[in-house]
């Protein structure tokens, strides 16, 4: 059976790629699919804006997508078009204000505190006030160094190791763990100890968010599709 023939979810990344070279619509959009959240948050790390980071997801996809034929396989799709994102966000920022400086690594935090209830009953009282925490944590996280912040959002919020926040940032494992540390130390122990119950759902990028950015990106790539 060919692989075109399989549903594309089922695909090892490998096979997407070898699709998405000969142009392949559906293979783009599960690539998409995989990569849309942590790529989102990426984007939105450096920008701190989700209808920005929305912008520069869409363009850093497009501009890909387009040269995918130059993609070597010497890196995982993700952390090819992680660099990619990147370069897109902070061309956004070089646009508005200069990029962040690595002069502000010393500088005192600005992160607020941000107190968490303990552990509790599944109630929709429970649920906002989870929510409100998320909002704060999220601001928290905003105020962050733009050099702290993507550490901390690929390891913390993308659960990704220090290995592959290296790789995907182009950084040695030991300067990760040591913006992460920093990072942790500006959100302060008492938010640094509810992380895990957190962070995961942070900063969403699912549901209609994803499948309109997936259809914007394969409209401008081939057009609209089909009706029905």
């Known amino acids: 059976m060919r692989a075109a023939t399989l549903d594309p979810a089922q695909l090892p990344e490998a096979d997407l790629v070898t699709l998405a070279r000969r ?14 959240q942590r ?25 890909a997508f387009a040269a995918i034929g130059g993609f070597r396989g010497e890196a995982g799709i993700a952390t090819w078009l992680t660099r990619i994102v990147l370069n897109e966000a902070h061309g ?7 990029t962040v400086g690595l002069d502000l690594l010393d500088t005192p935090a600005g992160a607020q505190v941000v107190a968490f209830p303990g ?24 105020q962050l160094p733009e050099p702290f912040r993507l550490v901390f959002v690929l390891r ?6 220090i290995d592959e926040t290296a790789d ?17 130390q500006r959100l302060r ?10 962070m995961v759902g942070a900063y969403p990028f699912l549901g209609a968010r994803c499948e309109r950015i997936t259809a914007n990106v394969l409209d401008r790539l081939f057009g609209a599709s089909p009706a029905g």
Do not use: W
């Not at 552990?119 to 905003?142: F, K, M, N, W």
């Not at 913390?156 to 190791?161: I, Q, T």
């Not at 122990?189 to 957190?198: G, I, N, P, S």
């Open 168 to 184: 995907h940032l182009g950084l040695k494992p030991q300067t990760v763990k040591t913006r992460l540390h920093r990072a942790r």
């Open 156 to 161: 913390e919020v993308e659960e990704l190791s």
């Open 189 to 198: 122990d008492a938010l640094d100890a509810k992380l895990a119950d957190v």
């Open 39 to 63: 790529l989102f948050r990426v984007a939105r790390a450096v920008v701190r804006s989700e209808s920005e980071a929305e912008d520069v997801l869409q363009e850093a996809y497009t501009r």
């Open 23 to 36: 142009g392949d619509r559906a293979a783009f959009r599960e690539i998409m699919r995989r990569c849309n």
């Open 119 to 142: 552990r509790g009953p599944e109630t929709p009282e429970a649920d906002a006030a989870r929510a409100q925490i998320r909002r704060l944590l999220e601001q928290a996280v905003d």
């Open 92 to 98: 956004r920022l070089r646009g508005r204000r200069a």
